[in-house]
């Protein structure tokens, strides 16, 4: 009996949150005009750790080259936050590189979505109102989210959940809803025997969500692409050339998934 009533609440709920979803991808279509605001990623490419029952977190940790950067913010000392940058630089895998080299084909694999209008990505990074919107450092308490996240050129990073500066930043860029993308720049261990040592493969996690104005979730989805080649490595130690190539190829695959999907969704959407 407690089976039945479990699969029938199961029933319910799938039927109520498809019913939410299809209204969703609706005033989607019936918006038609948005804008995607930020586009960021972690500023250092890390290895996947999968996360572990007892609630772990993935890639959380604080290595001590982002400490030094932030202290440097917090003393004024440009010297310590200068040497910080340069030490990371030399010994980190920066995602920045990746972010700029995929950032055309983005907005191809964003753009191929027919049901919708995107306002171009050069015309709105030039605006004052979007720009005039960026958070800034250190007043309002943000040094270490700034620091550790990284846009691509032109972009910057927005409280896209005020409403208040949603609503104000659509309006100015005369838009009817917000695209928000995130990505994840990873590597993750090669599985199985490996003959000579160990391997890493590129992991890439693409999250995008849409918005209205008022900063209300019409529809989020996250693709994630593994490659399936790999990279030699040495005490996890490898090539970054040729894993950002690696890298860059899973970015243009999960966006061309991503954006397949959502045009097959609003597609279907009546």
Not at 100 to 113: A, H, M, P, R, Y
Not at 237 to 253: E, S, T, V
Request: charged fraction near 30%.
């Amino acid at each position: 009996m407690k089976r039945i009533i479990s699969l029938t609440a199961i029933f319910i709920i799938a039927v109520i949150f498809s019913g939410c979803m299809d209204k969703n991808l609706k005033t989607i279509k019936q918006k038609k005009q948005f804008a995607v605001i930020t586009i960021f990623a972690d500023s250092k490419v890390k290895e996947y750790k999968k996360p572990s029952k007892s609630g772990d977190k993935e890639n959380d940790e604080i290595d001590a080259g982002e400490s030094f950067k932030l202290l440097g913010k917090l003393t004024g000392s440009k010297k310590i936050e200068e040497t910080a940058e340069s030490v990371e630089k030399k010994f980190s895998h920066m995602t920045k590189p990746v972010l700029d080299q995929g950032f055309s084909s983005l907005e191809k694999n964003i753009n191929s979505v027919s049901e919708i209008k995107i306002l171009p990505f050069s015309s709105m990074t030039k605006n004052k109102a979007y720009t005039s919107s960026f958070k800034k450092e250190g007043k309002d308490g943000n040094w270490f989210e700034v620091m550790n996240l990284v846009f691509p050129e032109g972009f910057g990073n927005i409280e896209y959940t005020n409403s208040k500066i949603t609503e104000k930043l659509c309006s100015d860029l005369g838009v009817e809803g917000f695209i928000v993308i995130e990505v994840k720049f990873l590597t993750q261990k090669k599985e199985g025997i490996i003959l000579g040592g160990e391997a890493q493969q590129a992991r890439v996690s693409l999250k995008c969500g849409i918005y209205d104005k008022k900063a209300k979730v019409l529809w989020e989805k996250t693709e994630v692409e593994v490659s399936s080649k790999d990279v030699s490595a040495a005490s996890g130690i490898y090539n970054r050339d040729d894993m950002n190539k690696l890298l860059l190829d899973c970015y243009d695959k999960a966006g061309k998934n991503m954006f397949k999907n959502l045009s097959k969704d609003l597609s279907s959407a009546k």
